[in-house]
């Protein structure tokens, strides 16, 4: 199969937006992409989606032909089925690529969270063995978190979309829903730049949260009763503590990693 010519297409892209006197931000903008994507792009790293093609190829004031060729057509200048037919073969296995990309990543995360899960459950053992006080009236609080950093874990890892639809880059659009799962973040616009760092991010949650909470609440719960303080003082304390794991866990790296690559 003939392959395009990464660096040669990143440098005529470099060519090209040059000529229209714009940024890589620039660029990126109007694509709806990071401006870290059209970098890659013309550092012959990696090269944009098909989708991409035909409006980049209209923004750069090319055909997508020449885009693929890396060169420009020049008038009366014609080229062969056999020159056209493995550009648009090639452009056609980007997609095959990409995805296959996104497969090995969400196994990479899935054998994370299979351990974390494995990791939690041995911690859980552990605590119901040495120290079972722990698991007396304060028990939500040893098994609240682990268990919606699963319930969460299993959605992103292995049910969410690893694509959004084109409306999303299109249009302003602060909430993400399929059949199963629904959220809506005031502030943060969901689009097909930044939704790859959003799940990665969920996806670190839910591992850290089911690798982590119960040896940070075993020491909490230790020190608190070391101190000998009241259970409704304790609760107090356990309290915000579960609230911030659970819900500063998810929201802040959404608004981070969200506005960051929005």
Not at 111 to 127: I, N
Not at 208 to 223: D, E, R
Not at 250 to 260: E, L, N, T
Request: proline share 4%.
């Amino acid at each position: 199969m003939h392959e395009i010519n990464n660096e040669k297409f990143g440098e005529f892209v470099v060519q090209l937006r040059k000529e229209k006197g714009m940024t890589q931000k620039e660029l990126a903008e109007k694509l709806y992409v990071s401006d870290k994507a059209v970098s890659k792009w013309e550092r012959g790293l990696s090269l944009p989606d098909i989708a991409l093609l035909q409006p980049m190829a209209e923004t750069l004031g090319v055909s997508v032909t020449e885009l693929l060729s890396g060169q420009m057509i020049r008038p009366g200048q014609t080229m062969t089925v056999q020159e056209v037919e493995p550009l648009v073969a090639t452009a056609l296995t980007m997609t095959a690529q990409e995805q296959a990309q996104q497969r090995e990543n969400r196994r990479k995360w899935g054998r994370r969270f299979l351990w974390s899960l494995v990791l939690c459950g041995a911690e859980e053992a552990l605590l119901w063995r040495f120290v079972p006080q722990l698991f007396g009236d304060f028990v939500v609080f040893a098994i609240l978190t682990p268990l919606m950093a699963a319930i969460f874990g299993v959605y992103f890892i292995f049910f969410a979309k690893e694509k959004l639809p084109a409306f999303y880059d299109q249009y302003k659009v602060n909430f993400y829903c399929d059949e199963t799962f629904h959220m809506n973040f005031p502030g943060v616009y969901f689009n097909n730049s930044n939704w790859p760092h959003i799940l990665d991010a969920m996806r670190a949650w839910a591992c850290w949260s089911l690798a982590g909470w119960v040896a940070v609440y075993a020491a909490v719960g230790l020190a608190l009763d070391a101190l000998k303080l009241s259970e409704w003082t304790q609760f107090a304390i356990l309290m915000p503590l579960m609230f911030a794991a659970l819900f500063g866990g998810m929201f802040i790296p959404i608004r981070v990693v969200g506005k960051k690559y929005e």
